[in-house]
């Protein structure tokens, strides 16, 4: 559920609704907007934070990091999803050039 | 914050003639809402009677808001809200007559909240309750909690015989609550989909006993299921944490918990392909929990 939050972050921080150093909502106010649990809602925005789409401040609130460009983001998920298809390679045994054949034909 | 825990129980224990409730630990911090999950007759609702001082534990500690069950029960009702299937309404009053009702025993009524909640209930208080359908009543005797303003709200089975509609509207309201930090939830349910939305804290119990209780998120976490392929039919590596296994062929599905990195190559090591691995939702969760519950029971049994 918390992956589900921080899509809709990162959507909203993407068509411009929360530009850079936007203040965004506490843990609370999102939960309450959301119907999603504070657990939850602190979750995506410790993700968001690791990912550096959001600054948190302990006491102070998150931020929508202003060093922050969407192609950055967008170009995080695609390592992120590369990184898990190694992974899974790996552990079937496929080897490299085959993996690096499969990129290759997705982008043409 | 120097706030008393919302529920502190340690070691209950109930016993009737024929289920005993063993060893119950369970506490969570003001500001959280705990969902206690688990099958029918597990003792979910004998929890919930020892939280509200119905019932007195045979053995254990019971502190509700910083109260001592079931001795301090009267202040510490003032601060809960319970709602309960077997509660009922004076079935040839109207809603209205519940609320004045309330609000000449309770002083923290909040009137425009009521109101408000009418509204958004779109509940008519000069309905009798005989009127009412299931979802209305339900409704109804939560809007009656909620208008307390309580900081505690204990809810047993809150969504149970209720349309999809209606159960959004409870669950909306029962977070909207919550919007003051200091309020806090304890609820059951074996919808796992409410436990799931709304809980901070999952607690599990079969037969009596908790199998878990943590952090939904950790709780959450901790679970995962690997698709294997076994075609030298070699023996799965033997972990402790391994809560269920469906094998039929050369495929194999195995469900384990305290899941980390090194599951995966370990099942590696011993022989097996990991075609997936997949995340679990609280549904596969609680039945894969349920399973393997019933089978240490069975263990215990023939020991």
Redesign the interface.
């Known amino acids: 559920m918390y992956q589900q939050i921080m899509e809709q972050i990162k959507q909203r921080i993407a068509v411009g609704d929360w530009p850079p150093n936007t203040l965004l909502p506490s843990v609370r106010e999102l939960a309450t907007e959301t119907k999603l649990s504070i657990i939850t809602v602190k979750r995506a925005y410790l993700e968001l934070g690791r990912e550096g789409v959001i600054i948190t401040q302990q006491g102070k609130g998150s931020w929508v990091s202003d060093t922050l460009d969407l192609a950055t983001v967008q170009k995080q998920e695609l390592i992120q999803h590369l990184e898990q298809a190694s992974k899974l390679a790996k552990s079937l045994a496929i080897p490299e050039d085959k993996i690096l054949q499969l990129i290759k034909q997705f982008m043409e | 914050m120097d706030l008393p825990l919302a529920v502190e129980c340690k070691g209950l224990t109930k016993d009737y003639s024929h289920f005993k409730l063993q060893g119950v630990d369970l506490s969570f911090e003001q500001?959280?809402?705990m969902g206690l999950v688990g099958p029918n007759g597990a003792g979910k609702s004998t929890i919930l009677r020892l939280v509200m001082g119905l019932l007195g534990p045979d053995a254990g500690s019971i502190r509700v808001l910083g109260h001592a069950m079931p001795d301090e029960q009267i202040a510490a009702k003032r601060n809960i809200g319970f709602i309960s299937d077997d509660m009922r309404l004076y079935e040839s009053e109207t809603i209205a007559f519940h609320m004045d009702f309330i609000k000449s025993i309770f002083d923290t009524w909040d009137a425009d909240y009521a109101d408000i909640l009418l509204r958004r209930f779109d509940l008519h208080k000069h309905q009798k309750v005989k009127g009412l359908s299931h979802g209305q009543r339900v409704k109804a005797t939560l809007l009656l909690a909620l208008a307390r303003r309580p900081r505690l709200l204990v809810f047993d089975e809150p969504t149970t015989g209720l349309d999809p509609a209606v159960r959004k509207e409870v669950?909306?309201e029962m977070?909207?609550a919550?919007?003051d930090?200091t309020r806090s939830i304890l609820f059951s349910s074996h919808n796992t989909l409410d436990i799931?939305?709304?809980?901070?804290?999952i607690t599990f119990i079969y037969g009596g006993r908790i199998i878990e209780s943590r952090?939904?998120?950790d709780f959450m976490d901790g679970w995962r299921r690997l698709r294997l392929t076994n075609m030298q039919s070699k023996p799965l590596p033997n972990l402790p944490n391994i809560k269920d296994i469906q094998q039929s062929g050369h495929l194999c599905a195995v469900t384990v918990n305290e899941y980390d990195e090194s599951v995966?190559a370990q099942f590696?090591s011993a022989g097996q392909?990991?075609?997936?691995?997949e995340r679990l939702s609280l549904e596969e969760i609680f039945l894969a929990n349920v399973k393997c519950a019933k089978a240490m029971t069975m263990m215990e049994f023939i020991q």
């Open positions: 500001g959280a809402v669950l909306d977070m909207n919550l919007a930090e799931e939305q709304i809980s901070d804290y952090n939904k998120e995966p590696n392909v990991i075609t997936a691995i």
